[in-house]
């Protein structure tokens, strides 16, 4: 496939091209289960899905198969009364279920809900009860968490029997697919509609709710296409977690609606498996978060093992992209690994393109994706010049594939007129690409998860140990960036020895064991201003220097 000039094609970038790919009308209304399964499932030999269990048994999906088995799910949820406009929420890991699951809910015209693996019961009951959600599917694994989630749905296990957990699921996954008919006809959406219900970490308060409108699909088609380079030769592997809005939305809805084949490994990320799985499956395009690629660069040892891996292009997002990691990658799997940026609201809008061709910055998240224009502004809402810093922004008036309608339930206002606020901070380049240069509030980014210290805080303060705390980021060779947590507690707890791992603890059940603070630090006070507000980036500060003095 030859390569195209970036300059050449965002001068004439047109979204008709992309809308003439559909089967259905954004006018008259689409569904997005039909997009990115029905549309390939024509070829009965066509493979949608290869798996791998934890167990080990692995096997391969057709999109004709998953047609079927997303018209039983459909059947089912409309059974129960479930459909148009409500959420269904799914706990499990990558597993055919998950897929079945998310394309089932979408032909039903349902909005699908992703609750990541790791989060505890206190953020599931969250989400559960922001979004009054009908109907929550999970496995034995994670079945223990729903006992303390209070106004828990219906239920349903993916499990042979009821009897492989405590207590009584409202339905057994395996026994209801068996009841419905392998036809269901898709409902259709408008273009505004939503089809996702994702939330994202905020500086205050609880996780925002953000729903995705069916009019998002031609974004996502334009990320995979030309940012990740997807080809219909490719084995394509996104490592990232279906949980979270990068896995859900090109792990799963991106290269489905490009008719590839995705990958989901049911394991837990080490170095020797994620090699192992590159080897086993051909992958040759390759998607994950900085963290894994200095994973297995740490462990370039093994890569002798492993001599059949072939990569083509890999893509890395989540968090700025070491220089040293893109000259690893280069040099050990002889690849280049392209940088991209973007949020759970818009989605991906920035990238070193592996299907444009133009001149590549290092430590640059690249150039606006064609459909959206992205500035940065400075304090009174002006744009910067060249070579200048502001918050980065996307010119709503000028991006045709913007598809970010605003927190679900009004939760924070991020538009300034025509301009979307991101809360990142970058350098203008000057030449259409922008270099982050970090957060203009108080998210911590660790091994690419989005963390909002807000609910870190508020769940230590669940503990009875804990008068008050305040949680920041301190910077961590591997993981980018690490949870600490500076904790005022009542007198009678000084002197428990075991307090701190007490607290690691109760974050890791009720929140999530990727957001739990791996250091606490005891104090008497923290920094405030005159008006009482914790001036977090004097422990920001403080927490630099300790490691700084570490390394």
């Given at each position: 496939m030859d390569t195209t000039s970036y300059d050449v094609f965002a001068e004439t970038f047109s979204v008709d091209p992309i809308l003439q790919e559909f089967r259905g009308d954004f006018n008259d209304g689409l569904n997005v289960c039909e997009e990115i399964c029905d549309r390939h499932a024509d070829d009965p030999e066509r493979v949608g899905l290869r798996y791998e269990r934890i167990d080990g048994t692995s096997g391969e999906i057709?999109?004709?198969?998953?047609?079927?088995?997303?018209?039983?799910?459909?059947?089912?949820?409309?059974?129960?009364?479930?459909?148009?406009?409500?959420?269904?929420?799914?706990?499990?890991?990558?597993?055919?279920?998950?897929?079945?699951?998310?394309?089932?809910?979408?032909?039903?015209?349902?909005?699908?809900?992703?609750?990541?693996?790791?989060?505890?019961?206190?953020?599931?009951?969250?989400?559960?009860?922001?979004?009054?959600?009908?109907?929550?599917?999970?496995?034995?694994?994670?079945?223990?968490?729903?006992?303390?989630?209070?106004?828990?749905?219906?239920?349903?296990?993916?499990?042979?029997?009821?009897?492989?957990?405590?207590?009584?699921?409202?339905?057994?996954?395996?026994?209801?697919?068996?009841?419905?008919?392998?036809?269901?006809?898709?409902?259709?959406?408008?273009?505004?509609?939503?089809?996702?219900?994702?939330?994202?970490?905020?500086?205050?308060?609880?996780?925002?709710?953000?729903?995705?409108?069916?009019?998002?699909?031609?974004?996502?088609?334009?990320?995979?296409?030309?940012?990740?380079?997807?080809?219909?030769?490719?084995?394509f592997w996104n490592v990232a977690d279906p949980g979270w809005a990068y896995g859900l939305y090109y792990a799963i809805v991106g290269p489905l609606l490009l008719g590839c084949t995705t990958h989901f490994n049911e394991a837990g990320f080490t170095a020797e498996n994620t090699f192992e799985f590159l080897r086993k499956y051909r992958i040759t395009n390759l998607a994950a978060a900085p963290t894994a690629y200095r994973l297995l660069k740490a462990n370039e040892n093994l890569l002798k093992d492993y001599p059949e891996i072939d990569l083509r292009v890999a893509s890395s997002a989540g968090e700025p992209l070491n220089p040293e990691?893109?000259?690893?990658v280069k040099r050990a799997l002889d690849c280049v690994v392209c940088d991209h940026y973007g949020q759970t609201e818009t989605g991906m809008t920035s990238a070193n393109f592996h299907e444009l061709e133009h001149t590549h910055r290092d430590a640059s998240m690249g150039y606006q994706i064609p459909g959206h224009r992205l500035v940065a502004l400075d304090a009174q809402g002006h744009e910067v010049a060249p070579g200048e810093t502001g918050e980065l922004a996307v010119d709503r008036e000028q991006s045709p594939l913007f598809f970010f309608q605003g927190y679900t339930w009004n939760e924070k206002d991020p538009f300034r007129g025509k301009y979307y606020l991101t809360g990142d901070v970058v350098v203008s380049n000057g030449d259409g690409s922008h270099s982050y240069t970090g957060r203009d509030d108080d998210i911590i980014t660790s091994a690419g998860y989005r963390i909002g210290p807000a609910e870190v805080e508020s769940c230590l303060l669940e503990h009875e140990a804990v008068v008050e705390s305040a949680v920041v980021g301190k910077p961590d060779e591997k993981r980018g960036a690490i949870v600490k947590a500076y904790v005022v507690t009542r007198p009678e707890f000084d002197g428990v020895d075991d307090l701190a791992e007490q607290l690691k603890q109760h974050?890791?059940?009720?929140?999530?064991?990727?957001?739990?603070?791996?250091?606490?630090?005891?104090?008497?006070?923290?920094?405030?201003?005159?008006?009482?507000?914790?001036?977090?980036?004097?422990?920001?500060k403080q927490a630099a220097e300790e490691a700084e003095g570490a390394a």
């Open positions: 057709t999109f004709a198969e998953l047609q079927k088995d997303a018209a039983r799910f459909a059947g089912f949820l409309q059974s129960q009364g479930i459909g148009r406009g409500d959420r269904v929420a799914c706990l499990l890991p990558r597993t055919p279920e998950l897929l079945i699951c998310v394309l089932g809910t979408l032909r039903a015209g349902a909005v699908y809900q992703p609750l990541f693996t790791a989060f505890g019961s206190g953020a599931i009951e969250y989400r559960l009860e922001k979004a009054q959600s009908k109907l929550i599917v999970t496995n034995p694994a994670q079945w223990p968490k729903l006992a303390d989630v209070k106004g828990l749905p219906k239920t349903m296990l993916v499990a042979d029997s009821r009897d492989a957990v405590e207590g009584t699921p409202d339905f057994l996954f395996g026994e209801e697919m068996a009841k419905q008919p392998e036809t269901f006809d898709p409902v259709k959406l408008g273009p505004e509609e939503p089809f996702l219900q994702m939330f994202t970490s905020g500086t205050t308060g609880k996780s925002k709710g953000v729903a995705v409108p069916v009019r998002a699909l031609p974004a996502f088609y334009m990320y995979m296409r030309y940012a990740v380079g997807l080809r219909p030769s490719d084995n990691v893109i000259t690893w974050v890791r059940t009720r929140l999530s064991t990727h957001s739990y603070p791996r250091e606490i630090e005891f104090v008497t006070e923290l920094p405030k201003t005159s008006s009482g507000k914790i001036q977090r980036f004097l422990l920001r």
